[in-house]
């Protein structure tokens, strides 16, 4: 039999504060139906002025670290589209906040919300040629548009954490997958911006035209199915996205299309996003958490994941939950880390969106607000400072 390779743990983390969509709702004049109902979020994640992808990714990875240690971790990548330099790996301070052996390969990959899964196929590569090994892979991004934009609303922040390996805990990823890369400008941030540019309209269009390009790939490589499925994990850049590209799927795949089987597949899979808002990266792996939390026993059922990053790229596969995977979930832990977050006004939202590092490369601290396990501390001589709480 091949050897079975997949994710063997899963931690997530979230920021400090939220702001509900109710506050943005007041605040620019909506019907809160459109938020809660139309696009499916009741919530968002709002960094602290001294969280960021370096912090948030350790408190992630933190408790995989704590569960498993890192003897047999000899590699970590660092998905992200949030990146803090332009050289140098977001990934290497988490190394470091972490306290992993020096003898360690650190690597940060880009490609819009994609790239964590391309973080986890290429942790199976690794796992393949050395199966004693294991690869800590780690998506954390921080959404951001532009104030008063359309965007505004999907905003969102969070890590994921997952342990890859020989023999996993908690999903066997298969073979084979479907592929689908095409040149489109839905989505992009150039490098003198800190908020993203989109074009909405595109960005649906492009992600259901990924859908179709991904699973014909899917289908024509030998894969399984859509009857073979549980559920289905897509990227969730807002909730009702994940219901929307099911029911093109199933409108391509010539299926009657009913929201009850729609709900089925993919309700379960949106509770965590619907309330921390789009993470990007880590958005379809929290779809993943929220469905081992919630489902009564997923032991031997097929799980369907759609990644698509803007751009674009996208890629299908399946992944088969394995026995025992209920001992081993944090749900608890989950519930905390998105419970645990202070509400914020709009006003303190404001703030916190508009603020940032003066440019001159001076000794500059950031104000002590998160409680969590890491923080930024300030940055000097245009160095970024991290420590542990």
């Known amino acids: 039999m091949p050897l079975a390779i997949g994710i063997h743990d899963l931690s997530f983390a979230t920021s400090e504060f939220v702001l509900p969509h109710t506050a943005l709702a007041a605040h620019n004049g909506t ?14 994640s709002v960094p602290a002025a001294d969280e960021d992808i370096v912090t948030l990714a350790a408190t992630a990875a933190a408790p995989v670290i704590a569960r498993h240690g890192s003897d047999r971790i000899r590699t970590v990548v660092l998905a992200t589209e949030s990146s803090i330099d332009q050289a140098k790996s977001a990934g290497v301070y988490v190394h470091s906040l972490l306290g992993l052996p020096s003898a360690t390969r650190v690597v940060e990959l880009k490609q819009a919300c994609y790239g964590a899964t391309a973080g986890l196929q290429f942790a199976i590569g690794l796992v393949q040629r050395d199966p004693s090994q294991q690869v800590l892979v780690i998506a954390s991004d921080v959404s951001k548009y532009d104030l008063d934009s359309p965007g505004e609303a999907t905003q969102g922040a969070a890590a994921v954490a997952m342990l890859v390996g020989a023999d ?10 479907g592929l689908f890369t095409v040149d489109v400008m839905d989505f992009w941030r150039p490098n003198y911006r800190t908020t993203a ?11 259901l035209q990924a859908v179709e390009g991904a699973w014909k790939d899917y289908s024509e490589r ?79 059922e097929r799980i ?12 299908f596969f399946g992944g088969t939950i394995v026995a025992g995977y209920q001992d081993r979930l ?3 832990a989950n519930i905390e880390a998105v419970s645990r977050r ?16 003066p440019l001159d490369g001076g000794d500059h601290a950031t104000p002590q607000q998160t ?18 709480c």
Request: aromatic share 12%.
């Open 31 to 44: 019907e809160i139906g459109k938020y809660h109902v139309g696009i499916g979020q009741e919530s968002m």
């Open 168 to 177: 996993p805990g908690l999903v066997r990823i298969e073979d084979p997958s």
């Open 342 to 357: 202070r509400p914020i006004d709009y006003v303190g939202y404001r703030e916190l969106h508009e603020w940032a590092f």
């Open 371 to 388: 409680t969590g396990p890491f923080r930024l501390s300030g940055i000097s001589g245009h160095k970024r400072l991290y420590q542990a």
């Open 304 to 315: 369907g994941f759609l990644s698509y990053g803007s751009g674009s790229v996208a890629e």
């Open 197 to 207: 540019l989109v074009d909405g309209r595109e960005s649906i269009g492009a992600y």
């Open 222 to 300: 030998g894969g399984h199915s859509l009857e073979q499925f549980a559920a289905f994990c897509y990227h969730q850049p807002f909730t009702k996205m994940a219901h929307k590209a099911h029911r093109h799927l199933l409108n391509y795949c010539s299926h009657d299309v009913h929201n009850d089987d729609v709900t089925r597949a993919v309700g379960r899979t949106t509770a965590y996003n619907r309330v921390i808002g789009n993470s990007y990266t880590a958005s379809v792996y929290l779809g993943l958490a929220a469905l081992l939390d919630q489902a009564d026993d997923l032991t031997g």
């Open 330 to 332: 944090r749900t608890e």
